[in-house]
């Protein structure tokens, strides 16, 4: 088992649609999570950023960490195409070395 | 801010050779840096870890006489593929920490897609 699972897509949503990305870990020692965007042939960029459990919003995209469950979330509201990518999600815990641990990225394609 | 950049972009050599990757943070000094290795359609996976000044860290697996790291200053750290072979394609990523900046916070550079032919 890995220890973070993220279903790979592809996922294909409309224009205006509500994007539900979700990863789920084993490992309980994990406390920092991050969600990264993806574009094709490019270094990952940080969207968002959370320690333990909680929400946390940033414009449109709202984050969310359920630490009980090992499950974290990344919302997309009013997606727009441009927000095509793949979105990877990872982790890390101050006894690890604060090395990330990344899913395997979900492939988004946002259509008109 | 907090720009990483990464030299070259892509890089086609011959089997047998040596390529040189480099990884340069911009705008703030990185006291460490990381190195990712990313094949198509799967995710990011750590290689090592370099502090400024000290040896790399590798991860299980890679083999540190094949994957020459040297992080000379706080803002230069290159990755060198000796010997090269068609098993080492991939996309290499490096990520930069900041220096007084948050422990879990990496800056990533564009990457560089290596073709060993």
């Known amino acids: 088992q890995k220890e973070v699972e993220q279903d790979p897509g592809p996922l294909s949503v409309p224009e205006g649609a509500i994007v539900s990305l979700n990863c789920t870990y084993s490992n309980s020692a994990f406390q920092y999570f991050m969600w990264y965007r993806q574009y094709s042939r490019k270094g990952p960029e940080l969207l968002m950023y959370?320690?333990?459990?909680g929400n946390k919003e940033d414009g449109r995209f709202t984050a969310q960490v359920d630490k009980s469950s090992k499950y974290i979330s990344l919302f997309i509201r009013d997606s727009q195409p441009s927000d095509s990518a793949t979105y990877l999600c990872a982790m890390s815990f101050t006894g690890g070395g604060n090395k990330l641990t990344f899913g395997t990225g979900t492939q988004l394609k946002v259509e008109l | 801010g907090a720009v990483v950049s990464q030299h070259p972009s892509w890089v086609i050599c011959k089997s047998g050779t040596s390529v040189k990757i480099e990884c340069r943070s911009l705008?703030?000094?990185?006291?460490?840096m990381f190195w990712y290795r990313q094949f198509p359609k799967q995710s990011l996976m750590l290689m090592a870890t370099s502090n400024e000044g000290s040896k790399a860290t590798y991860e299980q697996g890679v083999e540190k006489d094949k994957f020459l790291i040297n992080h000379a200053s706080l803002t230069l750290s290159t990755l060198t593929v000796t010997s090269a072979h068609p098993e080492d394609s991939s996309f290499y990523i490096c990520?930069?920490?900041?220096?007084?900046?948050?422990?879990?916070?990496?800056?990533f550079g564009p990457g560089t897609r290596l073709t060993v032919l």
């Open positions: 990520s930069a920490r900041e220096a007084g900046g948050q422990l879990n916070e990496q800056f």
């Open positions: 705008d703030f000094q990185a006291t460490t």
């Open positions: 959370t320690y333990s459990s």
